[in-house]
């Protein structure tokens, strides 16, 4: 296990926001990943499918990570959990420092894969997008949750199920004793994703990564479920890493917003800088491109639109990899070198040589 | 305008008339209208075992849509708004009702007649990928439709057609000759796009065309579909469950909930004042990506039940938050709550104000 030094650690405090968002800005952090570099090997040779990407993540605080299809915001999180598919992915090169439960720090890239196991589901828990195919079809909800208490807790059977009954009826599913009993084809999807939640939930891990947990669920469900996790982070320090394409959810649950587009991190900062806001002409056409409730276009003849296509990871521009779709590129700059993620003031980073330039510009 | 439609033959339709005959539109002006529609699907118990049940997808649903107008049809799972694209299209066989086509009633056509009829309607889905045939290139794929339909003269014309065709969705010509998996999910909704587009159809009916596209790809194709409506006066069924998407394209929504028509409006009006409970509750319950936004939602309790056992009376009412004990007796009529509005709750008036 490695120390892990850092000055800023030393301010305890937690502040919050008006909305009673806890801003953990001032906490010490529970994981940080740095300079992140992950490699599949595939039949066309091997690609980068994330690098570079660095961020904090504090208790009781909420980073969203944005980003379209092929983006690496799902690679990142399966590289934080070591589950990245043996043989093919491997994280390259970068540290991802975890602050156990011991108050000591494990970078989880050097851990040995032995140890991996007693973090996953203990220390750091995951739900995925489709409850379906993460739970077990064969075994009852009861089971499956009490399975995570007994392997990491070492409970018995009767405390074990006692403890999955009493997670059920904190992600409100009424009636918890009955259903521990249930099968998951038995459940809707919103009753499939609390219990995920609740199987996450149950050894009380320190940080819960999100990978699109609402994404396939209908807006009044969805509703409920942010609703829930913004209640649990309420009652606990959890830290959340919450993935998600969706700008109206990071807008609802998180307090730093991590936009990544190709690979990279191209903006981090507060949910209000990003989406209020907005620096890197990515991050404002994406933001530009949604069609919204509060902004009708309607009457307008088109949407706004980012010309072209993501690039694949193969065919990544070499410096600047949003250039080809840009309205601010330029030639002699933007594919000089490979842009940095530059700190600015606010305690926020964008990668971007022109941003200074483009920032009263209109939207992207 | 969408308009609640009470079949101007009084003798089919089930419900009173409750429509002004100023706010029907004219038989010309129409280009679908959708009376009284059901649909069920027979329903075993697992392992074949027990009785067989009846899941209701479609309960008495009735509205029109004018020539060049698009028409949103909203509604979460279950809500039926896919079953009723393919019903429209006679893909599935309605239980009761009618889908009249350009004045036609679909269900009186022979297989014959059916098929050149589906040369005037046609149908965007969801997921371009499986939707085209992998082993075909692009230019196969989309001078198929032309030669299932007796387009164009000989193979020369037809690749012609092909290429204006991909033009005309915005894609290079040289994609003509690509396959399916060489495109990305954009690029291949906008061949699905050209396929519907191959044959001139009249109607298009697109079921969550851009739902599994990201937003940037997202965007791009409803301005697609935007200036094919602006050239050709395109007539749409928008399906989607996505609002704010229905807000920006929809000239009219239906919106629809567990197989029955909670309310039709005019968009701006929709939005701007939902009518019903319902409608009130799903605008309140979508993100919007704005986190200084202060807004009231109204939070439904409860899950979707089950088309199989729906409620009785209303469907809505295990979640409403204004239902009374009197909305478990009967299903509540759609009636004209303004112009172009109608609604399906008998607590309507109170539930804006109380909700809003």
């Not at chain 2, 694209?85 to 066989?93: E, F, I, Y």
Request: glycine share 8%; net charge neutral.
């Amino acid at each position: 296990m490695l120390a892990y030094p850092n000055n800023a650690d030393a301010v305890p405090a937690t502040v919050t926001d008006a909305e009673g968002r806890a801003d953990a800005a001032a906490t010490p952090p529970l994981l940080r990943v740095q300079d992140l570099r992950v490699e599949f090997a595939t039949d066309r040779g091997r690609i980068i499918a994330v690098d570079d990407v660095s961020f904090t993540l504090r208790p009781a605080q909420t980073v969203g990570i944005v980003g379209e299809s092929g983006c690496g915001k799902s690679v990142t999180s399966l590289a934080i959990m070591g589950l990245l598919a043996a043989g093919t992915g491997r994280v390259a090169s970068g540290e991802i420092m975890l602050r156990r439960r011991s108050g000591a720090w494990s970078d989880l890239v050097k851990l040995p894969r032995t140890q991996l196991p007693d973090i996953r589901g203990d220390e750091i828990a995951m739900i995925f997008q489709e409850p379906m195919t993460s739970l077990n079809p064969l075994h009852t909800v009861g089971d499956q949750i009490a399975e995570a208490v007994f392997l990491h807790r070492g409970a018995g059977r009767a405390e074990a199920l006692e403890r999955a009954a009493e997670m059920l009826a904190r992600v409100g599913i009424p009636q918890p004793r009955q259903r521990l009993g249930a099968y998951p084809h038995e459940l809707s999807g919103g009753m499939r994703q609390r219990v995920m939640i609740a199987m996450a939930l149950s050894c009380e891990p320190s940080i819960l990564i999100a990978d699109e947990p609402t994404t396939a669920l209908d807006v009044t469900i969805q509703a409920q479920i942010i609703e829930l996790f913004r209640s649990l982070q309420d009652s606990s320090q959890m830290a959340t890493l919450f993935i998600t394409h969706d700008l109206g959810v990071i807008a609802e649950v998180a307090h730093r917003v991590l936009v990544m587009y190709a690979g990279q991190v191209v903006e981090e900062g507060s949910v209000v800088e990003i989406l209020k806001r907005p620096k890197h002409p990515y991050t404002r056409g994406l933001i530009a491109s949604v069609p919204r409730l509060d902004r009708p276009e309607r009457g307008q003849a088109r949407f706004f639109t980012i010309p072209g296509q993501i690039p694949e990871p193969g065919r990544r521009p070499p410096a600047c990899r949003f250039m080809p779709r840009c309205a601010h590129a330029e030639v002699g700059i933007c594919d000089a070198a490979p842009p940095p993620l530059e700190a600015l003031p606010d305690g926020g980073s964008i990668r971007c040589v022109k941003w200074r330039s483009i920032e009263t510009a209109p939207h992207a | 305008m969408a308009a609640a439609y009470a079949a101007s033959n009084g003798v089919r339709s089930k419900r009173p008339r409750m429509l002004d005959q100023a706010t029907a539109p004219a038989a010309q002006d129409v280009i679908l209208a959708i009376e009284n529609l059901r649909k069920s699907f027979p329903v075993t118990a697992a392992g074949g075992v027990g009785k067989a049940a009846l899941l209701k997808a479609v309960e008495d649903v009735s509205f029109t849509m004018r020539r060049g107008e698009v028409v949103g049809l909203v509604g979460e799972s279950g809500s039926g708004k896919s079953t009723i694209g393919k019903l429209v299209l006679r893909l599935l066989d309605a239980s009761g009702g009618r889908v009249v086509f350009d004045g036609v009633d679909l269900n009186t056509l022979s297989r014959g007649e059916l098929r050149r009829m589906r040369r005037r309607m046609q149908m965007i889905f969801q997921d371009p990928f499986s939707s085209l045939n992998p082993y075909f290139r692009i230019r196969d794929i989309l001078a198929e439709a032309l030669v299932v339909h007796d387009i164009g003269s000989g193979r020369e014309d037809r690749y012609a057609r092909v290429e204006r065709l991909l033009e005309l969705v915005g894609l290079p010509v040289s994609f003509a000759t690509r396959y399916p998996h060489e495109l990305s999910g954009g690029q291949r909704q906008r061949v699905g796009i050209a396929r519907a587009l191959a044959v001139e159809p009249a109607l298009v009916v697109a079921d969550e065309a851009v739902s599994a596209l990201d937003v940037s790809n997202q965007a791009q194709i409803l301005n697609v579909l935007m200036d094919l409506r602006a050239a050709f006066g395109l007539s749409m069924l928008f399906i989607s469950h996505n609002m704010a998407v229905v807000q920006n394209i929809a000239d009219s929504v239906v919106v629809l909930y567990l197989g029955r028509v909670m309310e039709i409006a005019p968009t701006e009006a929709l939005f701007a004042a939902p009518h019903h409970p319902y409608t009130i509750a799903l605008l309140s319950s979508i993100p919007i990506p704005d986190p200084e936004l202060k807004r009231r939602r109204i939070a439904l309790t409860g899950e979707i039940p089950s088309p199989i056992d729906p409620p009785s009376g209303c469907v809505f009412r295990t979640r409403c938050p204004v239902a009374l004990p009197a909305c478990a007796e009967q299903v509540p009529a759609l009636r004209a709550v303004g112009e172009g509005r109608f609604s399906a709750c008998i607590r309507d008036e109170a539930a804006a104000s109380i909700l809003a």
